[in-house]
């Protein structure tokens, strides 16, 4: 009878947690949808936008490539053969944030308690790296391009212009740039409050 009712109290707190976590927007496309879907991200987004001045529309489609909105987002497990060796980097959540950069950030700006699991820390982070971008590299805000190449690689490695040989990362930061530019034209044409 006690092992029933562990077994039971295991089952109902996985599902209970399984409850909590969040799933990403239906429609990742559209920044109108993603804000009607989460209304709580339209709040947040407004708080980081007022806290650091950066747009909306950049910001979010950062975290869009870098995690397409799934909060406890971690690059690939590499493999050699069929043993598992690790993944790419620490990495992780909504920002994919890496341990030595989040700990800076939780040093300077967060807090203790901030999570790479929260929309909101992350959100916050994503607007800390932007508005170091533009200390550091004198990236506009606005140069979703360029301030992607600096998310991805670094600031040192985009002064010492690492991202040249890579045509995937520009692609990639091309991408986020037409994303930004979706984002911003929805974004002033959505009725959300």
């Not at 239906?26 to 920044?31: A, G, H, K």
């Not at 747009?55 to 909060?71: D, K, L, R, T, Y």
């Not at 989040?102 to 040093?107: A, K, L, P």
Request: glycine share 8%; with cysteine; hydrophobic share 35%.
């Amino acid at each position: 009878m006690i092992l029933k009712k562990s077994i039971f109290s295991i089952v109902v707190g996985a599902l209970f947690i399984a409850g909590c976590a969040s799933t990403p927007p239906s429609n990742t496309d559209n920044l109108c949808s993603i804000f009607q879907e989460k209304d709580s991200w339209y709040v947040s987004a407004h708080k980081v936008h007022d806290k650091y001045g950066i747009p909306i529309n950049v910001a979010m489609s950062i975290m869009a490539q870098e995690s397409g909105f799934v909060e406890d987002a971690k690059p690939r497990m590499r493999w050699f053969g069929f043993i598992p060796y690790g993944r790419g980097s620490s990495s992780y959540g909504y920002s994919q944030a890496q341990d030595e950069v989040w700990e800076d950030y939780t040093n300077e700006e967060g807090g203790f308690f901030s999570s790479r699991t929260s929309f909101e820390d992350s959100l916050d982070f994503i607007g800390w790296y932007m508005t170091k971008t533009k200390k550091i590299n004198d990236v506009k805000f606005s140069d979703a391009f360029n301030q992607y190449l600096n998310y991805h690689e670094g600031w040192t490695g985009y002064k010492n212009k690492t991202y040249l040989g890579k045509n995937w990362l520009i692609d990639v930061a091309r991408q986020v740039h037409v994303r930004a530019q979706n984002y911003k034209n929805q974004l002033e044409h959505c009725n959300l409050y």
